[in-house]
Each structure stands twice: as C-alpha cells, then as structure tokens.
C-alpha cells in the first residue's frame, strides 16, 4: 500500500480526479454537438501553444491555453452550417497546428523528449499549480452547467432551435467551446495533448449506448471517465506503464465492453 | 402596429442573391400563406424573419426592430425535421424547451408549465409518445414536436416552414384543425410556407408568392 502515502501518486490521483470529471461533462456536450473534430484540433491547438510557450520562455500551460481559445473563435464559425464541412476545416487547423509545432522543436531546440512529454503527458511530474489550474477549470464547468442548465439543453439538442426560441445560443455555444479549450490545454501534462481527445470523446460514447436520459449520459459519461483515468493510474503505478496510454486504453475497453454488453442485453430481449 | 413590417429586405448567400428589396406587411392576426417553387427562398425568407439568417434592409417585429425584439414572441417550426437525433431526450423535454425560453433562466419549471406542456402535447395529437427519446421518433412525428414547441412558447407570431410536409392524410387533416382551433384560440399572427393551395385553412386572408427573389400578391 506504498501508493498511499506516496506524494507523486497521490498529487496525480487528485490532479487525474479532476480530469476525469472534466472531461466527463465536456465530453458529453462535444458529443451531443456531434462536433468531435473540435477535440482533435484544440487538442493540437493545444500543443502547439505549448511548443510556443518553451520556445519563447513562458508557462507551457498557460501558452497552451491562449491558442486553444484563440483557435475556438475559428472553430466556432466552421463548426456553424454552411459552408463546406467543418471537419475539413478542422483538419486543415489540426494540420497546420502540428506542422507549426514542429517547426517550432525543429528550430528552437527543445528536447524531443520534452515536446512528446506534452503529447503523452505525465501525471506524476504535474505541479500543484496544475493541479489549482484543473481544480479551477472543472469548478467553472460544474458552475456554467448548473447555471445555465436549462440553455445548454436547448443549444445541445438543437442550435437553430435554441436560437430561435431566445436562447443566447452563441453565449452557450462559445462558452463550451471555450471551457473544452481549457480543459484541453490545462491537461497537457497529465493526460497530454494528444491523448485527451480520446478521453473527451470516448467516455460519452460509452455512455450514450446505456443512457436513456441527459443525466444518465452525463452520470456514466463522468464515471466511465473518471474511472478511466483512476484505473489508468493504478496501471501505470503497478505495471510501469505511461499515465496518458494508460487511461486511454482503458477508456476504449470500457467502449468496447460497453458495446458487447449492450448486444447481449438487446440478445436477451 | 403590424405583426411584421420588412422594409428592403434582402439576402446574399455565399455571393447569390436569395432575396432582393421585400416589402411587405403582415398584419397583427392574419393568417399569410407563402408560396413558391422549389429554391427560390422561402424558408431563406422564414428563417430571416426569425432571425437566424442576416440580412440587410428593416424588419420590425410587433413594432421593433427584429434585432432587439425578444425572441420568445417569435414561434418557429422549421422545415424538415430531424428525426436523428443524439441528445437523448423525451418528447416532454424537447417540447418543454419552448416553455424554458419564454420562462427565461431563473423561472423553475411549474405545476402550471407542466400542465401547458402536456396539453400541447395532446392537441399536437403526440401524447402518446411523450416519453420516447427524441431520437428514436418518425419526422411526422418530430413535425408535431416541433409545432408543440411552439405552442408553449406562447409566441406572438408563428412562423411554419411547410409544416404539412411529411404529414399523412390523417395528421394533415388534424394539424388543419389545430392550426384553427389555436389560430382562434390564441390570436396570433401566423405566416405559412406551403405548397399545397388545397389545404390552407379558410380563414387565411392573403396568399403571396415568391418568385424571382421578390414577392408578390396573387
Ligand atoms: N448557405 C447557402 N449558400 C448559398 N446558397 C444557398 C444557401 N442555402 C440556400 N441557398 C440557396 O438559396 C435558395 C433558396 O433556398 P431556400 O431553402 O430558401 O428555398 P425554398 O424556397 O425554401 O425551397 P424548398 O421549397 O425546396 O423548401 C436555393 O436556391 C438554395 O440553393
Ligand atoms: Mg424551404
């Protein structure tokens, strides 16, 4: 039971517990926005922020943040109908995110450990100003989602609609998309930009093949989430494997039994 | 005071012009009927008026400027009706929205609104369904779901974007004499898009058609 009392597993127990649930909620909106591309692409946004931030000497984390919500006021338009797809637009930026993020290791000699630490990430190394930083960030969701509740049901089960009706759509709209970027690049040294996406988007799917209602979709969606990232750790810590990847798999074997479970259960009747 | 009065209206998508210098007046409690073929922009026209689209030149709505009217007035049942959808919701919840919108944000959802709501759900002829997942429901069905919004929004002028489209004979028979029944009952302005000059309701005064980005009386 070494684990315990051990100050770098358990600081990153605490900083994954709010991830998890971060992810959990934002997930399930990027979800029922049927928008997963925007994970992809703040994800990278993400990344390449914090390829900026050591390149030019300030918080990784920080940098991060700046050009995800920056890149959410170009997400935002293409994510809008019309137009052509937005996914390909979001992959162009996911693109050009990458390839800027690697111009940047290329030319200011940033260690390649260090930048694939930010795609991987590493829970155990997090700081306890991350851990205010994520802290912070899942307070601020759980707070907007009580808040406005009632609005963000309107804009999730149709944009048009809500708009229509009175609803600040855009507010909501952005807002989300602003509070994913967030999340995204607050968790690059614990999950790591890359492998985030996955657990924004894997958790709710798992969900949405038992929920029959929104709470229910939110409810598993956080638990698959959280204990994705808990197990993940446990993982890590036993077998010595890296955090991200950890939880990662996890979360897709919680999909993947999710979807053998519901066919035995749809079987049966 | 007129229910809508547009001025110059036009609109531009993606470089075409849709809608070229509209005038027209909509007279408070009038039943308007709009017509047209296929794509010369009826439901642009529609969707303007309920502000989702931009456009340039006035529009008031019940006397104010579309961009500062509070759009809880405004009832919109659009075209097309997705029936697939992700958000697992019940038909209760999705018709309740229109109820959230006009109660606003802070208001909790009442005994009363509960009551408004599930007799909207029968007169829209869905009572029926009312726990069934949004996304689990026909588009005929969804077209209802969509008109029981609007009911509980209470608006003050109803836009309908070809609300019979997808209706079998039976439902479009149905859906005539609720048009009536809460035409009367109510008192709103309504402004119809439909094909079909058979079935529009007897009491509708004007009929107007759209034809070459302009409009015009028949
Ligand atoms: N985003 C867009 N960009 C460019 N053109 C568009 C766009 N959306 C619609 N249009 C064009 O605008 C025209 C009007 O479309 P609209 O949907 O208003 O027609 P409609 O009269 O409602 O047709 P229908 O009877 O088929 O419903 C069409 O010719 C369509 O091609
Ligand atoms: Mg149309």
Redesign the interface.
């Not at chain 2, 959808?85 to 019940?90: E, G, I």
């Given at each position: 039971m070494g684990f315990l009392t051990d100050y770098f597993f358990i600081k990153a127990f605490i900083a994954l517990l709010f991830t998890g649930l971060a992810c959990g909620i934002i997930g399930t909106w990027v979800y029922l926005l049927n928008i997963p591309f925007v994970g992809v692409a703040m994800a990278h946004a993400a990344f390449a922020g914090a390829i900026l931030g050591l390149s030019v000497g300030i918080n990784p984390v920080l940098s991060a943040a700046l050009l995800c919500v920056a890149s959410s006021f170009f997400i935002g338009p293409a994510a809008e109908k019309g137009g052509f797809s937005p996914n390909i637009f979001m992959g162009i930026l996911f693109s050009f995110m990458l390839a800027l993020a690697f111009l940047l290791i290329a030319k200011t000699g940033i260690s390649s450990y260090e930048a694939l630490s930010l795609m991987w990430g590493n829970v155990l190394i997090v700081s306890v100003k991350d851990i205010y930083f994520l802290a912070a960030v899942t307070f601020v969701i759980f707070a907007f989602f009580l808040v406005f509740k009632k609005w963000i049901t309107a804009v999730v089960y149709d944009r048009e609609v809500a708009l229509a009706c009175g609803i600040p759509e855009k507010f909501i709209f952005y807002s989300l998309l602003i509070l994913c970027a967030l999340t995204v690049s607050f968790n690059i040294r614990t999950v790591g930009g890359l492998l985030i996406y996955g657990l924004i988007t894997i958790p709710p799917a798992a969900a949405s093949r038992f929920a029959n209602n929104l709470s229910s979709l939110y409810v598993l969606s956080s638990i698959f989430s959280v204990f994705s990232c808990a197990a993940g750790l446990f993982a890590s810590y036993f077998f010595d494997l890296p955090v991200g990847a950890s939880v990662i798999i996890i979360a897709s074997v919680i999909f993947a039994l999710s979807f053998l479970l519901k066919k035995m259960i749809a079987g049966k009747q | 005071m007129f229910a809508a009065e547009i001025k110059n209206l036009s609109v531009v998508?993606?470089g075409k012009t849709i809608l070229k210098n509209i005038n027209l007046k909509i007279e408070d409690g009038s039943f308007t009927v709009i017509t047209g073929a296929n794509g010369t922009g009826k439901s642009t026209l529609i969707k303007t008026l309920?502000?989702?689209q931009k456009y340039s030149g006035a529009v008031k709505i019940l006397g104010r400027d579309l961009k500062k009217t509070?759009?809880?007035v405004?009832?919109?049942v659009?075209q097309n009706n997705?029936s697939e959808?992700?958000?697992?919701?019940?038909v209760f919840?999705?018709v309740s929205?229109?109820r959230?919108?006009?109660n606003g944000?802070l208001k909790k959802f009442s005994e009363k609104d509960g009551k408004i709501v599930r007799n909207a759900l029968k007169i829209s002829g869905i009572e029926n369904i009312k726990d069934s997942?949004?996304g689990k429901i026909s588009g005929g069905q969804s077209q209802k779901i969509?008109i029981a919004?609007v009911i509980v929004?209470r608006p003050r002028i109803i836009f309908l974007d070809e609300p019979q489209a997808g209706l079998d004979m039976e439902s479009k028979k149905d859906f005539l004499n609720l048009t009536e029944r809460l035409y009367k009952k109510f008192k709103f302005t309504c402004v119809m898009v439909t094909h079909d000059l058979d079935d529009i309701p007897s009491f509708c005064k004007k009929i107007l058609k759209l034809e070459n980005s302009e409009i015009s009386e028949t």
């Open positions: - | 998508l993606s309920c502000g989702l509070d759009r809880s405004i009832g919109y659009p997705v959808r992700t958000c697992p919701l019940s919840e999705a929205i229109g959230h919108a006009k944000l997942l949004v969509s919004r929004q």
